[in-house]
């Protein structure tokens, strides 16, 4: 039976940094669960009856798309409400609903530091895969060291898809991926990088780590609001060095 393992993270506050703006904002967050792991392959396998060649792999080459609807299939599988519904490819998330859903930025950036202030919570080769190992593709969750929140895995092995868009004003629909993969060095395997793609984007290190909480609000809660991706899709400026905008 396919068994969702979260870590319940107490009340606590985070400062998220936005490079393109040069803003620093710290966020008040409500209690939260979040997975001890990334999703794997035998968990998709189980919610959705596709083969699992690597059980204990994180299960990547997962679109957002997909993974908001791998959300509200696990919702549906333990009798939860589901957070997400569709219109098309626009996704509204009910902040309200108690069913698994992607984790806010402030809470993967939260959950990731458990408590650090540096860019690793912990020596990198201790606590992620990252190019540094000379691998060719992610390796076992939780073979790595995990952080004081009992997380593993949240630097490197695989990115993690949050809720929030990367940055509406240049980027349109492009969603956030945090943490860094097995391929990358140790300047993206960092609590604070920033990637992103459209809701459509695939690749072999991007994965997901559910959440679960639901919040009073009117499109808004851990500091993600729908209020604030408007405003953020009308500011311009210069992008940062190696980013490319979509038009």
Not at 138 to 154: A, C, E, I, R, Y
Not at 186 to 212: E, I, K, Q
Request: aromatic share 10%.
């Amino acid at each position: 039976m396919v068994d969702f393992e979260l870590a319940r993270l107490p009340a606590g506050s985070v400062t998220l940094h936005d490079a393109r703006r040069k803003i620093r904002r710290t966020v008040d967050l409500e209690p939260f669960e979040i997975g001890v792991y990334a999703v794997t392959q035998e968990q998709v396998a189980e919610l959705l009856g596709e083969p699992a060649p690597h059980p204990r792999r994180p299960a990547v080459d997962m679109s957002w798309l997909r993974a908001v609807r791998l959300c509200n299939a696990a919702s549906e599988w333990e009798g939860l409400d589901a957070v997400y519904t569709f219109d098309g490819e626009d996704v509204t998330w009910h902040v309200d609903a108690d069913g698994y859903r992607l984790p806010t930025e402030a809470e993967w950036e939260y959950a990731c530091r458990a408590g650090s202030t540096g860019a690793h919570y912990g020596p990198l080769p201790d606590v992620a895969w990252t190019a540094g190992d000379g691998l060719s593709h992610p390796q076992n969750v939780g073979g790595k060291l995990p952080n004081l929140h009992g997380l593993f895995d949240t630097l490197g092995n695989a990115w993690e898809w949050c809720w929030d868009l990367l940055d509406p004003a240049r980027y349109r629909d492009y969603r956030v991926f945090r943490g860094g993969g097995f391929a990358d060095d140790a300047w993206s395997a960092r609590a604070s990088t920033r990637r992103g793609g459209a809701p459509r984007m695939h690749h072999d290190d991007v994965g997901v780590r559910f959440a679960r909480g639901g919040f009073e609000g009117n499109g808004a809660a851990q500091g993600w609001s729908a209020a604030a991706d408007r405003e953020r899709a009308e500011v311009d400026g210069p992008l940062p060095p190696g980013w490319t905008p979509l038009r």
